[in-house]
T-cell receptor
Framework: DAGITQSPRHKVTETGTPVTLRCHQT?????MYWYRQDPGHGLRLIHY???????DKGEVSDGYSVSRSKTEDFLLTLESATSSQTSVYFC?????????????FGPGTRLTVT | SQKIEQNSEALNIQEGKTATLTCNYT??????LQWYRQDPGRGPVFLLL?????KEKRKERLKVTFDTTLKQSLFHITASQPADSATYLC????????????FGKGTHLIIQP
């Protein structure tokens, strides 16, 4: 498996609380992505990064922010969690420019917002 | 709007037969198409990538075709095995930057022994 870890792996939190999910890679890949996966929707892109401090929004970015201060770490923050953000969150990395090349996914974080 | 469709119903195949999964897309002109495998509780794993100027790509027992006229990709697993049981995801990238992939909802494949 590609060297991608996500933490925490499971989290239960209450509505209105801030939550930060961490993605850590040991591959030194430039591109990093956050997706969420929900039944009936499949994987949807939240935010992505194309370098340190370089990030952009994806399809479902409302309510989420990201930061990348180091090549190896990409953080996803829910400023004020809502029940609609209950989901499984996947981080992915890619070595080459753009998503024209394969992506490697982490094991996922299951987040439940009560 | 752009749309990717995969058969949402589970596909049951007898062991040893060829499994064929379909990915249809609309309002895309993808430069690349990818297939991933996802097992329960795990992240997707990349299988194959095919470019728009390629008609067919093979890897061991896997074969992918890409018909840009029909706007369709077929994913074949020959000599299927119970270990091939998983959800298979089709993903498209239209090109032009570091955007992420757009995924279909996946087809759940069950290989019966």
């Amino acid at each position: 498996d590609a060297g991608i870890t996500q933490s925490p792996r499971h989290k239960v939190t209450e509505t209105g609380t801030p939550v930060t999910l961490r993605c850590h890679q040991t591959e030194n890949h430039r591109y990093m992505y956050w997706y969420r996966q929900d039944p009936g929707h499949g994987l949807r892109l939240i935010h992505y990064s194309y370098g340190v401090k370089d990030t952009d929004k994806g399809e479902v970015s409302d309510g989420y922010s990201v930061s990348r201060s180091k090549t190896e770490d990409f953080l996803l923050t829910l400023e004020s969690a809502t029940s609609s953000q209950t989901s499984v969150y996947f981080c992915a990395i890619s070595e080459y420019e753009g998503a024209a090349y394969e992506q490697y996914f982490g094991p996922g974080t299951r987040l439940t917002v009560t | 709007s752009q749309k990717i469709e995969q058969n949402s119903e589970a596909l049951n195949i007898q062991e040893g037969k060829t499994a064929t999964l379909t990915c249809n897309y609309t309002n895309y002109s993808p430069a690349y198409l990818q297939w991933y495998r996802q097992d329960p509780g795990r992240g997707p794993v990349f299988l194959l990538l095919i470019r728009e100027n390629e008609k067919e790509k093979r890897k061991e027992r896997l074969k992918v075709t890409f018909d840009t006229t029909l706007k369709q990709s077929l994913f074949h697993i020959t000599a299927s095995q119970p270990a091939d049981s998983a959800t298979y995801l089709c993903a498209l990238y239209s090109g032009g930057g570091a955007d992420g992939l757009t995924f279909g909802k996946g087809t759940h494949l069950i290989i019966q022994p």
